[in-house]
């Protein structure tokens, strides 16, 4: 058995298309234009990948783009001030302030600065209150973006007993919550676990959220079982001229793994490059809140 690989790839750029439908219905019918803000501190390399490539989605989706770069020794109290304006700003329906921030300022403080409803990477403790007690906030994308895979994949996931290791506050308690709405009955496993392999055995889901090179071994996975493999390890390897290349890698033994799942997220290509198009769908829908209108068909 060889499992079905999940083009991450191309679901992203069906979700983009359908953003790109969901825009245009907002101009033509509203002319409401939904506009994002990224806010990024520094010039942390991969931040200026990802702000780039966001800016760039943005724009084809046919959105208005902000974007705010600040030196790295901006103050914390500036940034709050920045934040508070994009608050204010009623062209501006999403803010997402790029992470990790310069040490000197307090993470949490900035995020919980964010207007909830304008929060579309879902951080702000009230979104995250609102997702555990079932109400309607602004999710964080990559978890929304691994379920709407799964159900994708699987249709209802009722009943399916689900893994998530890893039980950080942007992936894995999130994956955790969204799978629990979906009536899985969900394990979060974590670095404390005691025997991690009997429990990703019996798990019909698996999702990684770790950042550790192939924790998860291919041999764990249960016959015909999904796997959604989040991590993102850069690891050097031969290049077999007796040099080094670096290469992407994820926490999931992925060679081995194949053999025994149904269906398997490869990296690159998997989980990564859907997380951009479902920051835009965050987009249209805070704007549509915001607006007091139905989020139009994609
Ligand atoms: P994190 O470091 O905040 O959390 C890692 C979690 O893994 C912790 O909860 C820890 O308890 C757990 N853990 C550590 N060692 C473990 C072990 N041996 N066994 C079981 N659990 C263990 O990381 P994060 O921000 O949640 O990211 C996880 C991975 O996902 C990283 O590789 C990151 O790069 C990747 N990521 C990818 C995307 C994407 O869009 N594809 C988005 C976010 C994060």
Redesign the pocket.
């Known amino acids: 058995m060889t499992a079905d690989v999940i083009d991450g790839k191309a679901f992203g750029e069906n979700l983009k298309l359908g953003v790109a439908k969901q825009v245009a219905v907002l101009k033509e019918k509203y002319g409401l234009t939904p506009g994002l803000a990224v806010v990024i501190v520094g010039e942390d390399p991969a931040s200026q990948v990802y702000v780039r490539n966001k800016n760039k989605s943005t724009k084809a989706a046919g959105m208005n783009s902000y974007e705010h770069r600040l030196d790295d020794t901006v103050t914390e109290q500036a940034l709050l001030s920045l934040v508070t304006e994009l608050n204010e700003d009623p062209a501006v329906h999403g803010i997402l302030v790029q992470l990790p921030l310069p040490k000197h300022i307090n993470e949490a403080a900035v995020i919980d600065a964010i207007a909830p409803a304008k929060d579309v990477d879902g951080f702000h403790v009230i979104n995250s209150g609102l997702l555990a007690t079932g109400g309607k906030g602004m999710v964080p994308c ?1 978890p929304l973006g691994c379920i709407m895979m799964l159900k994708d994949r699987l249709g209802s996931l009722s009943g399916l007993d689900a893994v998530v ?4 506050n ?3 308690k999130p994956m955790a919550q969204l799978l629990l709405n979906e009536s899985c009955t969900v394990t979060i ?3 404390r ?1 005691r025997n ?1 392999a009997e429990v990703v055995k019996r798990s019909d889901i698996v999702v990684a ?4 090179p192939e ?1 998860v071994k291919g041999d764990w996975i249960k016959k015909g079982a999904t796997v959604i493999d ?4 850069r690891i050097e390897k031969d290049d077999g001229q007796g040099g080094k290349k670096m290469r992407l890698i994820g ?1 999931v033994e992925y060679d081995k793994a194949v053999q025994h799942a149904g269906a398997i997220t490869p990296v690159p290509g998997g ?2 490059p859907m ?1 951009i198009a479902v920051l835009l769908k965050n987009t249209v829908t805070a704007a549509c809140r915001q607006a007091g209108i139905d989020e139009p068909e994609a």
């Open positions: 990559t290791v890893g039980r950080s942007i992936v894995g496993a974590h670095s676990t991690l959220a770790v950042g550790v924790l989040v991590g993102i390890n926490d989980v990564g997380t």
